[in-house]
């Protein structure tokens, strides 16, 4: 786990990373909105998106993991998302069955839609511990974006 420390305030750089292949940009849900408008790797048209449509409904210091763990349908945001044609990658907890017929709890990587998740309700999230670890946009969705 790699820490930054910057005077008396320690940061965790886990799941703070940009990525991409030919179609899709992996977004690390660590990240809040100011991050990503500094972050070199960060492509400038989703730079241009987040202050131009996600900052005017959501706080700069809204991390990407809490945005989408509290993201419901029919909102601005969900709309926006929507069109960069968000996905989300989580861990969830499952029960897995033992030999001998105990269970222990483990986590599952999942990918879910952005319609999956909004319409998952925050009692759900919740019980199957739920923790959201990447987002991954769409490159065509990015560039389709009208600004």
Known sequence: ????????VT??????YVMQDVGNLY???GFSYEELLTHEMV????????????????????TLESQFYYMEENTFLYE??????????VQIQVEKKGLFGGGKL??????????ELA???????KAAGMLVREIILSKFGIMSFNI
């Open 1 to 8: 786990m790699s820490m930054k420390l910057s005077g008396n």
């Open 11 to 16: 940061q965790y750089e886990d799941f703070k």
């Open 27 to 29: 977004l690390g849900a």
């Open 43 to 62: 492509p400038f048209k989703l730079r241009a998106i987040v202050s131009q449509y996600i900052l005017k409904e959501a706080s700069p210091d809204t």
């Open 80 to 89: 926006v998302f929507g069109q960069l044609k968000a996905r989300i990658k």
């Open 106 to 115: 483990q986590y599952k990587e999942k990918i879910l839609t952005l319609q």
């Open 119 to 125: 319409q998952m309700n925050l009692a759900k999230k």
